[in-house]
């Protein structure tokens, strides 16, 4: 009876450890080198105040992969973006919240609403430099870039009191060609200007269906159909 018990037990433990320590092996052997490479610095604690809205793309981190400039792709990893000061946030193997310390190229999230990619690396415009984080809503000849500014303010509601720092956000779009970036023009008549060659295709598709300059989808479709176009 004491020899079923013990193989039984032994079968137990074999099928565990074949199904659970290969991949919490590469987990681990993963965030090892992600640590090196990325010479993730522990995140400073906030500071004494009291916060309304929020500087991240997400205030709960999300699974996603990072890519180093110039370098490997690292997956598997828990994620936040501070839109505010362009640095990526993860999760150590010890649940600690680190400050990836490198230059990063790319991270991809999957979020509740699909697979959403973030670059870095384009051209100076309107304050921004090569460090500052755009969400890639089309990508092709002519790409369609989403960049969220945050500023923020700080009051103190009464003497002696927390201080609140509030949040804010402005959403603006771009288009990038490589790694140039510039602004959507004002009137969505002048939008297929960008793309030489395919005026007049992407004219019919603005008039037959009724594309709104200030709808992101609308522009989405739009990028997408002229990116396909040959």
Do not use: C
């Amino acid at each position: 009876m004491k020899y079923v018990f013990f193989l039984f037990a032994f079968v137990i433990y074999s099928v565990d450890a074949n199904t659970q320590t290969p991949n919490t092996a590469t987990a681990r052997v993963e965030m090892d080198r992600f640590m090196v490479d990325a010479n993730g610095r522990l995140l400073k604690p906030p500071a004494d105040y009291n916060e309304e809205g929020s500087p991240y793309y997400s205030k709960e981190f999300l699974p996603g992969s990072v890519t180093i400039l110039k370098g490997h792709t690292y997956h598997g990893l828990q994620l936040k973006i501070n839109f505010h000061s362009n640095e990526i946030i993860f999760l150590d193997q010890e649940g600690n919240e680190m400050v990836v310390a490198q230059p990063v190229e790319r991270v991809v999230l999957q979020t509740a609403n699909g697979i959403k990619t973030f670059r870095s690396g384009y051209g100076p415009i309107d304050n921004h430099d090569g460090n500052s984080f755009y969400e890639v809503l089309d990508s092709g000849s002519i790409s369609y870039l989403k960049y969220t500014e945050v500023s923020f303010s700080e009051r103190q509601p009464y003497p002696n009191a927390r201080f609140v720092r509030t949040y804010r956000d402005r959403v603006l779009y771009y288009a990038a060609k490589g790694t140039q970036l510039q602004k959507l023009p004002k009137n969505i008549e002048e939008i297929p200007a960008l793309f030489a060659g395919k005026e007049m295709k992407v004219a019919e598709l603005i008039k037959k269906d009724k594309l709104k300059l200030k709808k992101e989808n609308d522009m989405i479709q739009l990028f997408r159909y002229a990116n396909l176009l040959q």
